[in-house]
């Protein structure tokens, strides 16, 4: 039995027996992995910790605040505008019962008719005191109707009208002319320009004695745009061209004292 086991000695033992660093030692893969495992997970945390600006971030915007204020000047502009339309569809037909509305206007506005210009929101209400006054006096019957109203553009309206009166003269039948009323518009959709152009008049013709049927065919020829005047101013005279030359009288007297509309009780 001694023969068999070898004679293990005190020295030899301790050889066989291992100690941590000897078990490290000997993977040296496992030992490098150990050491090295908790580096990259503090630099992803690292990494992950700081803000990077994206392109969105780095492009120029636009302060918001001055994108609010185009914004609501444009939704005055609209308001504005549909307040026009809806105010000149109710005051036109009543224009010469009652005042216009003019908070729709500009202190600045101009007037333009094929003969005249006019400049400032006092001229601009004296004209229209002018058509009602001295339409009752020359006119039994006098209205003015809204044919169509429509845009051109944007910043343009435009209305259609026709104007028809009954002459207080028995001698003189009714007569009625069209028009337009082009009215320009601010980019706050007040209104600084209104413009009346495009007139076709449909006066009645005095005729003179005729001799003959033919005489009569040939005194009225047909026309699609009557002119105002058949002959010189002097040679040809109506409540038309007394009203037109009373209102404009009006408006060319410097000084001019406003009457109130309750004076004024024709019937």
């Not at 660093?21 to 700081?50: C, E, G, Q, W």
């Not at 076709?200 to 745009?225: E, H, I």
Request: proline share 7%; charged share 20%.
């Amino acid at each position: 039995m001694a023969f068999l086991l070898p004679n293990l000695s005190p020295s030899l033992l301790s050889r066989t027996k291992s100690s941590p660093k000897d078990k490290i030692s000997r993977h040296p893969i496992i030992a490098k992995h150990n050491s090295v495992s908790l580096y990259p997970l503090a630099l992803s945390s690292a990494v992950t910790s700081l803000q990077i600006p994206t392109l969105q971030d780095a492009q120029v915007k636009t302060p918001p605040g001055a994108q609010d204020n185009k914004q609501h000047e444009k939704d005055d502009f609209y308001v504005n505008l549909g307040l026009a339309v809806r105010t000149l569809r109710e005051d036109l037909p009543l224009l010469f019962a009652r005042d216009l509305n003019y908070d729709i206007y500009r202190d600045d506005i101009t007037f333009v008719d094929p003969l005249n210009t006019f400049t400032g929101i006092e001229n601009y209400k004296l004209i229209f005191w002018a058509l009602r006054f001295h339409g009752r006096i020359l006119f039994r019957e006098i209205s003015l109707g809204v044919l169509r109203i429509w845009q051109p553009s944007e910043n343009v309206i435009l209305i259609r009208w026709n104007l028809r009166a009954v002459p207080r003269v028995p001698w003189e039948a009714e007569g009625q002319f069209q028009g337009n009323s082009r009215y320009k518009l601010d980019r706050n959709g007040k209104i600084y320009e209104h413009k009346v152009d495009n007139l076709a008049f449909n006066f009645p013709q005095p005729l003179k004695p005729a001799a003959s049927v033919l005489d009569l065919v040939t005194a009225c020829p047909a026309s699609p745009n009557p002119t105002f005047l058949w002959g010189p101013v002097d040679a040809y005279s109506s409540s038309w061209v007394e009203f037109y030359r009373a209102v404009r009288e009006t408006l060319n007297q410097e000084g001019y004292l406003h009457v109130q509309d309750g004076l004024v009780t024709c019937s």
